[in-house]
């Protein structure tokens, strides 16, 4: 039910957050526990969509072989899973700061949110972005127990680069959303609409990414980082600019996971040779 590669997904932003704050790395106590938070919350997070949606995925054809609707995992082993990722992510918060402790049940509420989101609004999209935008903000308050305006910046990077991948995504099931009733943007405005929102989100992520460079002083190898993230989605933008819909495969979604990859990469390298103001 759970792939390994959910959690890896969004953790180099949380790495990207730890870095910023800390100035450098972060102490084997703090990456411990920030890793522990994260795998726990993404797979409390999937746990519950998973959970929640079972009847609606059981009755789309791209979804219908997921575990719980498949029948391969009953609702009580699932439920049983959640509260156990619930407890470490909690207890991970804990041993960070009485901030993140603190904190936390807004986290556990916001994913519980987002599982119900498609039912009456289309901004389920925006709501998945601040569910992952909390990776590198909480990250952040892990390292330093408070929230800044660089946390704040790069969360909002996050949340838009997650909303138009989404937006992507959801692309797949635009007839299936508009026969059940449910909300996204794709059912709202369509192909075309939904592949110009998607632009926009993601330059939006670039203003962002740029305004944390001036924020916080760093040097040419973190901006060359951001201009290969911004190629990568440049080109991902550029197979389906027509409103070719073939290649939106899994492949064209894991590039999204270079995405994140690279500007952790080259953020941590930029920070270990200039440093931050």
Known sequence: MIKFSHTVFALPFAFTGAVLAAGGLPTAHQV???????????????????????EIDAKNPRTSMRAVPA??????????????????FMYAAYMLNDLCFYLSPVAV???LLYSYCKRF????????????????????????????PPAVILG??????????????????????????????????????????ARLFHLTLAVMLLALYRLLGLGP????????????????HRLIRNGNLAKLDAAFFNMNGY??????????ADVLLWGVL
């Open 32 to 54: 411990f526990w920030i890793v522990a938070a994260m795998v726990g919350a993404r797979t409390a997070a999937m746990g519950l969509n998973r959970l929640i949606d079972a």
């Open 71 to 88: 029948g391969l995992l009953d609702r009580g082993t699932v439920a049983a899973f959640i509260a156990l990722s619930l407890v470490i």
């Open 109 to 111: 509420a916001l994913v």
């Open 121 to 148: 609004t289309s901004l389920s999209h925006l709501v998945l972005g601040l569910c992952l935008a909390m990776a590198p903000v909480g990250a952040w308050i892990a390292i330093r127990g408070t929230l800044e």
């Open 156 to 197: 909002l990077a996050v949340l838009f680069w997650v909303a138009g991948f989404d937006i992507l995504y959801a692309l797949q099931d635009l007839d299936f959303d508009r026969s059940a009733g449910l909300h996204s943007i794709p059912a709202r405005l369509g192909v075309a609409g939904s592949l110009r929102v």
């Open 221 to 236: 190898v973190y901006l060359a980082g951001v201009l290969l993230a911004a190629t990568i989605l440049f080109h991902e």
């Open 259 to 268: 995405i994140s990859l690279t500007l952790f990469v080259f953020t941590l």
